[in-house]
């Protein structure tokens, strides 16, 4: 499809871009995602009163659901507990010396769209999450640490092992919201059956590391 447009003297044709199954499929994921949309933060300046930060869109009607849902908790005086607590552990955003008001909003954005995307259903996985991202920022702190200049092998490798323990740390905490989440039950779905002559197969749903496992022979 390809449409004209006019300017004051050129005729310019923009085409449209006609997009494949597997393109649609790709941007509906995406828009689906996307309308998921997180609460967002900005900062509050005055001459009055120390610098704060509040809700981009007051008015929002579902600004307590988005909460709830990011947290996994409603309510509030532990949605800013759990806020505050993920916020101390992004470089720069608070120290004891100085407020950087507009890293502390960037850094309650970040979190707000982590957990959005985490989605913790209750209290347990809420703080679980919050601990996800303050390991994931201290892995990826002693990361950079290990690529600055002038350091001694020892102090290099001190590095790189602080950053392995807490890349371990994450991978142990996603397996156990993992088994949280599905109450340690793996399921093992087998679709396809060949069974020689003479042979037994086994037809239905294997579960793994739950339950009994339940079994019917032919």
């Given amino acids: ?17 006609e997009y494949s199954e597997e393109e649609k499929v790709r941007v ?18 005055s001459k009055s009163y120390n610098p704060t930060i509040a809700l981009q869109k007051s008015d929002d009607p579902l600004r307590a ?22 916020i101390q552990t992004f470089k720069g955003a608070v120290s004891q010396d100085d407020y950087d008001i507009d890293k502390v909003v960037a850094a309650s954005n970040s979190v707000m769209a982590l957990l ?13 999450a919050i601990q996800m991202v303050g ?7 002693m990361m950079s640490r290990v690529m600055l200049g002038g350091q001694t092998f020892g102090g290099k490798q001190a590095n790189v092992n602080q950053a392995t323990k807490m890349l371990r740390t994450f991978a142990a905490q996603m397996e156990a919201l993992k088994k949280y989440r599905t109450g340690g039950q793996q399921k093992m779905i087998v679709e396809h ?18 339950g009994k496992n339940e079994k019917s022979g032919e």
Avoid: C, W
Wanted: hydrophobic share 35%.
């Fill in 116 to 128: 959005n995307g985490i989605q913790p259903r209750d209290e347990i996985e809420g703080m679980l």
């Fill in 135 to 141: 390991v994931h920022n201290m892995a990826m702190d």
């Fill in 65 to 86: 659901v988005k909460m709830s849902e990011a947290m996994g908790t409603a309510d509030s005086d532990v949605q800013s507990y759990l806020l505050d607590q993920a």
């Fill in 1 to 17: 499809m390809t449409k004209k447009k006019k300017g004051k003297n050129k005729t310019k044709s923009v085409v449209k871009k």
């Fill in 193 to 210: 059956v060949n069974v020689n002559e003479g042979g037994q197969a086994i037809v239905g749903t294997v579960n793994q590391g739950g």
């Fill in 28 to 45: 509906a994921k995406y828009k689906k995602k996307a309308s998921r949309e997180p609460v967002k933060f900005k900062a509050v300046k």
